[in-house]
């Protein structure tokens, strides 16, 4: 199975990527692939209009984990890895570890997980989920690239033990200062800690990508200034004819989780340049401030070329 994961800091654009790509009659994605936790009261529409138990596609997701044995719940597929409980440990055992940014720790870390037996059957019984969900989502869309969409750098590590799958990576990244904006919006944070934050999650990507032979970086910038030329080239990443554009992206069948632009009816192309009327002369500066000295300790970092880009 052909499968391409899309790593990225949040707020970069993976849910309009999503869609496009959607598009192509070979490829088939549903964005968020481990769920979306909503209110066990709340009412929550797949991308098609549906509820999320009413939509056919996740309803056909929902009997292949039955048929398999496999606990399946709208709101948590059991595609996720998680060991415990606590969000906090889990992710000192299943994720990247926090501020400490060293791969060969966590390559430890891990193999220490897996010796323990009852962790090693989760870890295990979560892999035929992912095998079961992407096997049952391609078979139904009549695909042959799944696209998984979840972000996180850490699970293309979990994902690269399936043997089944063809593992590639594609690394979209968004000029920071856009992403500070839309982080220091939602989760009410300064401009500070918002691209403190960026950094740190740029660079989990990009060590642990290090790892994988096939790695394709795209920028959101070019995705929305050069469509076509974006989305040909993700498609030859994949083995797959380029397909261009066809100017509304809703004009096919999505099954999409994600941010509320699923449900909004847009249909075009609108690059999200809002950090420039909305951020500060003391945010920009603050934002600036904190790439620049980036750059000047970590001159041969892969990040500082990407930084160099935007704010050249």
């Known amino acids: 199975m052909k499968v391409l994961y899309l790593t990225s800091s949040s ?16 490829i088939t994605t549903v964005s968020e692939m481990i769920g979306w936790q909503y209110g066990q009261d709340e009412i929550f529409d797949c ?20 048929e398999n044995g496999i606990p399946f719940d709208f709101r948590q597929f059991g595609t996720g890895y998680s060991l415990v409980g606590s969000e906090t440990l889990n992710r000192y055992l299943t994720e990247c570890l926090p501020l400490i940014r060293n791969s060969p720790l966590e390559r430890v870390r891990d193999a220490l997980v897996m010796a323990v037996p009852t962790f090693a059957k989760t870890l295990k019984q979560q892999d035929f989920a992912n095998r079961t969900f992407i096997n049952t989502a391609l078979k139904y869309s009549h695909s042959s690239v799944f696209i998984d969409a979840s972000k996180d750098p850490h ?10 799958f063809d593992l590639r990576v594609l690394y979209l990244v968004r000029d920071p200062r856009g992403v500070s904006r839309s982080t220091m919006k939602t989760r009410k944070w300064d401009a500070a800690r918002a691209i403190e934050w960026w950094i740190r999650d740029q660079q989990n990507i990009l060590r642990i990508s290090t790892e994988f032979s096939s790695v394709l970086p795209i920028y959101y910038e070019d995705l929305c200034d050069a469509v076509d030329d974006t989305l040909g080239e993700i498609h030859r990443f994949v083995d797959l004819q380029a397909e261009t554009f066809c100017g509304d992206f809703m004009a096919s069948e999505h099954h999409i989780l994600g ?3 699923r449900l909004t009816g847009q249909s075009n192309i609108q690059k999200n340049e809002r950090w420039r009327e909305e951020l500060s002369r003391s945010d920009i500066n603050t934002i600036t401030g904190a790439l620049n000295d980036f750059v000047a300790k970590n001159p041969q970092h892969k990040l500082s070329a990407i930084i160099t880009r935007y704010l050249n």
């Open 11 to 26: 707020f970069s654009g993976s849910t309009l990527l999503a869609f496009l790509l959607n598009a192509h009659p070979e």
């Open 155 to 164: 699970r293309m590590r979990h994902l690269s033990r399936i043997n089944e």
């Open 47 to 66: 991308s098609c209009g549906k509820a999320l138990p009413d939509c056919p596609f996740f309803r056909n997701i929902a009997r292949a984990f039955q």
């Open 259 to 261: 941010n509320s632009m």
